[in-house]
């Protein structure tokens, strides 16, 4: 009997702890509600909302229905976004996990001074995003540039990597390279994790160097490289500032560097046509849904859990 | 086959293995010493080419220095609208306001999610995920409408209220993490000794967070200091700029005369970054590290 009004105390006690913490959780949660609901998902229906109209700033928004989606269907300049978008996400985001990757390993067999390299090559991710940079690229880059200048001296007679339409996108993806430091110190901390055991075993059994990466490292760390591929790929399909700024603001030369994010900002920005801009923000949130859904579903057939 | 020769085959192999093992760390410091100088080379160029006088930017592919100028940075504080001054101060309280937001908004949001017990906590915790995910050009065009009607162009305002409400979820799942590490007996300990869990919060987890806070703010500091999109789109005015959207503005009126100045600017405007990365790294590798592997 004791026993049993101990239990309903006990259970009483909960519930009245159960509504402090139903009360405690929403009120340290208030600030991030309340920027979720007036500064994420607010703007998010107005936008999907504003998709379906046509909208300047200056006059009411009017419904036009699906226009502008259907706009988007023959709108070249898009098309050709979406290219430059994707050779860009395509080709620059494997290349710059295979050096993080590679380096990470050659890193973590115990180098002495692995510590100042790790910071040497960490250090561009930081620099990369700025405006800095940018213009250094468009320097480095040019017709007279320190990369032109470098060739000169061995006799090599460079064009303008950045005013030739061929080679424009190819300087923004070397600079996506170049930042390739965080997802290697990601790769880093993973390889850690992998217990030395493993090694010990395979060297007795005599395997080298490269079949002991095949068989230990690159299954094991397979959940750190979708783990990159995923934030890279959608951080790169989101790049903006530095075409914006290699390109002087125009995504040239031809439309060369003119980035999704780009095109966006030219219209909704630089035309204020908001309907058009809402319609493609919503477009690209689809695509880069899309990638992130494939990849989780693709993951399951090459992404190994140990545990 | 003889003993001798077998006795000689296995010296052989053994001295070749010897001194493999002695070149190897050495090849693989030559490698890593290069490829470092190559990857850093266009960085440390620019800085001593801002000190050169203007034109050899585009003749001295080389990082000797015979002459220390400092023309260029005496020209390009001035060059544009406002004194240089101008725009990093600004970007200073965009900075200052942004860290400030982040520390006290994302540390209230990551305690209710490591420690406290609400309903429809797994909800929010997705919500909250996804929503690091959440690409800024699907809200920036309603947002940009919806601080217009504020009257919030050209301030500061549009760059730093957000913070406050922890929009940078990333920061919010950082410091989850981070918690989810601490002893829950602290807590406890504290519950009994009489505090309640506003007093654990400020009392127990935040002192026990300082790293995590400390990623934070420098995270927040460099990526505050370096972001563009939105600075260019809410700060028209030159009186306004914050250092990334003045530096642009050098790029508009691209003389080859103004090169020496920009570069020098752009080598000021960096400085804030590689200080922050200098005496921030423990810190950051940390942060990258723990988000990175769960």
């Known amino acids: 009997m004791s026993a049993l009004g101990e239990l309903g105390s006990l259970r009483g006690k909960k519930t009245a702890g159960q509504k402090r913490d139903n009360l405690a959780g929403y009120l340290f949660l208030a600030p991030w509600l309340l920027g979720l609901f007036l500064i994420t998902i607010g703007p998010m229906l107005a936008s999907l909302y504003l998709s379906f109209t046509d909208y300047n700033l200056i006059q009411a928004p009017k419904w036009i229905g699906l226009d502008n989606f259907t706009r988007m269907l023959s709108d070249e300049r898009l098309h050709n976004s979406l290219r430059v978008t994707f050779t860009y996400v395509f080709v620059s985001v494997p290349l710059q996990l295979a050096i993080a990757l590679l380096l990470a390993v050659v890193l973590d067999r115990g180098v002495r001074g692995m510590a100042f390299y790790r910071s040497v090559f960490y ?48 300087t923004l993806v070397v600079l996506n390279v170049w930042t ?84 966006l900002y030219d219209r909704g920005f630089g035309n204020f046509d908001m309907g058009y801009a809402s319609a493609m923000a919503w477009f690209l949130l689809v695509i880069i849904g899309i990638f992130t859904a494939a990849n989780f579903l693709l993951s399951k057939y090459w992404v190994f859990y140990d545990d | ?127 909250m995920l996804l929503s690091i995910m959440l690409p800024i050009h699907v809200v920036i065009v309603p947002q940009y409408i919806l601080f217009s009607h504020a009257g919030w162009i050209n301030t500061f305002l549009p760059l730093i209220v957000p913070k406050l409400l922890a929009t940078d979820a990333f920061f919010v799942f950082l410091m989850v993490q981070f918690i989810r590490g601490i002893p829950r007996e602290l807590d406890e300990a504290a519950r009994i000794d009489g505090c309640g869990r506003g007093s654990i919060f400020l009392r127990v987890i935040l002192p026990l967070m300082v790293p995590a806070l400390a990623t934070t703010t420098i995270f927040t500091f460099i990526w505050t200091w ?8 809410y700060l028209t005015d030159p009186h306004m700029y914050t250092v990334p959207v003045a530096l642009r503005g050098f790029v508009d009126s691209t003389s080859s005369s103004s090169w020496g100045s920009m570069f020098a600017m752009s080598v000021v405007s960096l400085v804030p970054v590689f200080l922050a990365f200098l005496f921030g790294q423990r810190f950051l590798i940390k942060g990258i590290a723990t988000t990175g592997i769960k």
């Open chain 1, 123 to 170: 250090l561009p991710s930081l620099l990369g995003s700025s405006v800095a940079i940018a213009i250094l690229w468009r320097q480095v880059f040019g017709t007279t540039g320190l990369l032109n200048q470098l060739l000169d001296l061995v006799g090599i007679h460079g064009k303008g990597w950045i005013s030739d339409p061929s080679t424009a996108l190819g």
């Open chain 1, 180 to 263: 390739f430091g965080s997802p290697m110190v990601i790769f880093l901390a993973g390889l850690r994790q992998i217990p030395s055991m493993y090694y010990e075993a395979a060297s007795v059994d005599g395997a080298g160097t490269l079949r002991r990466f095949f068989s230990i490292t690159l299954p094991l760390l397979t959940p750190i490289i979708f783990f990159n591929l995923v934030l890279q790929i959608i951080h790169a399909f989101q790049a903006f500032t530095q075409a914006f700024v290699v390109s002087g603001g125009s995504g040239g030369p031809s439309d060369s560097t003119m980035f999704f994010t780009l095109y």
């Open chain 2, 1 to 127: 086959m003889t003993t001798e020769t077998l006795r000689t085959t296995v010296a052989a192999r053994r001295t070749g293995v010897v001194t493999w093992a002695r070149v190897r760390p050495l090849v693989i410091h030559v490698v890593l010493a290069a490829s470092a100088l190559v990857m850093l080379y266009p960085v440390i160029w620019m800085v001593v080419s801002s000190l050169r006088p203007g034109n050899e930017i585009f003749r001295d592919p080389g990082i000797l220095v015979k002459d220390l100028r400092i023309d260029n940075y005496r020209v390009g504080w001035n060059a544009l609208t406002e004194p240089f001054t101008r725009y990093l101060l600004n970007s200073a309280v965009v900075v200052l306001g942004s860290i400030f937001g982040n520390l006290v908004s994302c540390s209230m949001a990551a305690y209710a999610f490591a420690r406290l017990e609400f309903v429809g906590k797994k909800f929010w915790f997705a919500i």
């Open chain 2, 226 to 233: 370096n972001d563009f999109f939105s600075q260019l789109i």
